[in-house]
């Protein structure tokens, strides 16, 4: 079956970096966009970033833009987010997922990882 597995959160202060891996097995990675997404407390789950199979193209939602970098090697079967700047409100539980392209943002697919949490505190 599919599996996405995250890793790569935890603590950091504000204004302090991250990065996040998204390690896929049970499908075959390099057909598939894929992308990130992330929920905080009492909030709906959002769209982070996203990126072709190919790694021609990459989304990100505004509020990210010039602070993350979505990456992929096709060959490892991971997705990476590098995350920089990061700030408290940014706080959640990311996930990584396929990723559906063509709408006004990228959705998710079918396929969800558990999540890994990311907090933002001093």
């Known amino acids: 079956q599919v599996q996405l597995v995250e890793s790569g959160g935890g603590l950091v202060k504000p204004g302090g970096s991250l990065r996040l891996s998204c390690s896929a097995s049970?499908?075959?990675?390099?057909?598939?966009?894929m992308g990130w997404f992330r929920q905080a407390p009492g909030k709906e789950r959002e769209f982070v970033a996203a990126?072709?199979?190919?790694?021609?193209?990459?989304y990100y939602a505004d509020s990210v833009k010039g602070r993350f970098t979505i990456s992929r090697d096709n060959a490892k079967n991971t997705m990476y987010l590098q995350m920089n700047s990061l700030a408290p409100e940014e706080t959640a539980v990311y996930y990584c997922?396929?990723?559906?392209?063509?709408?006004?943002?990228?959705?998710?697919?079918?396929?969800w990882g558990h999540g890994t949490q990311v907090t933002v505190s001093s």
């Open positions: 997922a396929d990723a559906v392209i063509g709408g006004p943002i990228p959705r998710a697919g079918p396929f």
């Open positions: 990126i072709s199979w190919s790694s021609a193209d990459l």
């Open positions: 049970g499908l075959t990675f390099s057909h598939y966009a």
